[in-house]
C-alpha cells in the first residue's frame, strides 16, 4: 500500500526542528541532565531523530549522549503478514545499555506494535534502568498499551491516512506531510 494524494504538510523542517529541540529539553528535564543517557533510534527514520535530539542535547548540556541503531524486523508479531522476504538489517550500538535509561526514539508512533517490538529488542541488548520513548508524531489508533513519553506533535488522523516523515538523509528535505491512502487494487477470480 502506497501513499496516495498529499493532504497537507503537517509540519516543515523548521517546525520539526522547533520540536526536536522541545523535546530534547524535556528529555533532558524529565531525566535531571543527560547523565546515563541512550539513544537507540528506530531503524530508520528513527535513526537521525535520534541524532538530531543527541545534538541538541550536546548544546545544550554539553554532553555527548550516545547514539545506536536499533533494528527491530525480526521482533515484529506481524513479519509474516509484511513482506515474504523482509530486508534485515543489523543493530548497532557500541556502548553497554546496562544500567542506562534508554530512550527509543522513532519518526511515528500508530498501533503501538514497532515500539513493542523494540522492547523486545533492546532486551536482547542487556538490562536498562529504565526505556523511554520518543517521536516525532503521535497519530493515535494504538493496538498496545504503549504511551510515548515525549511527542513533537498530536496529529489525529483516520485508518484512511498516511504520515510520511522525511529526513534528509533518506529523502533530501526535512518535513511531515499527511496523504490519503491509497488503495489496492483488488481483483476477483470469476
Known amino acids: 500500500m502506497g501513499k496516495g494524494q498529499l493532504k497537507a504538510t503537517l509540519m516543515s523542517e523548521d517546525l520539526m526542528k522547533r520540536?526536536?529541540?522541545?523535546?530534547a529539553h524535556q528529555i533532558l528535564e524529565q531525566n535531571d541532565g543527560a547523565k546515563d543517557l541512550v539513544f537507540l533510534g528506530i531503524r530508520r527514520r528513527g535513526v537521525p531523530l535520534a541524532h538530531m535530539l543527541a545534538?541538541?542535547?550536546?548544546?545544550?548540556?554539553?554532553?555527548?549522549?550516545?547514539?545506536?541503531?536499533?533494528d527491530i524486523t525480526f521482533y515484529r508479531d506481524d513479519l509474516s503478514e509484511k513482506k515474504l522476504d523482509p530486508m534485515v538489517g543489523q543493530s548497532k550500538a557500541d556502548f553497554s545499555v546496562?544500567?542506562?535509561?534508554?530512550?527509543?526514539?522513532d519518526d511515528v508512533i500508530?498501533?503501538?506494535?514497532?515500539?513493542?517490538?523494540?522492547?523486545?529488542?533492546?532486551?536482547?541488548?542487556?538490562?536498562?534502568a529504565r526505556v523511554q520513548l520518543a517521536v516525532l508524531i503521535d497519530r493515535g489508533h494504538r493496538e498496545l498499551p504503549i504511551r510515548p513519553d515525549y511527542v513533537g506533535k498530536n496529529v489525529p488522523t483516520s485508518r484512511n491516512e498516511v504520515v510520511s516523515v522525511?529526513?534528509?538523509?533518506?529523502?533530501g528535505q526535512m518535513c511531515v506531510n499527511l496523504y490519503s491512502k491509497t488503495k489496492e487494487k483488488t481483483y476477483e477470480k470469476r
Open 19 to 23: 520540536a526536536i529541540k522541545r523535546m
Open 55 to 70: 545534538q541538541n542535547i550536546s548544546e545544550i548540556e554539553g554532553s555527548k549522549v550516545p547514539v545506536g541503531e536499533l
Open 98 to 105: 546496562k544500567d542506562k535509561i534508554v530512550v527509543l526514539v
Open 110 to 128: 500508530f498501533t503501538g506494535r514497532t515500539a513493542s517490538a523494540a522492547l523486545n529488542a533492546v532486551r536482547e541488548l542487556g538490562r536498562p
Open 166 to 171: 522525511k529526513v534528509t538523509e533518506f529523502d
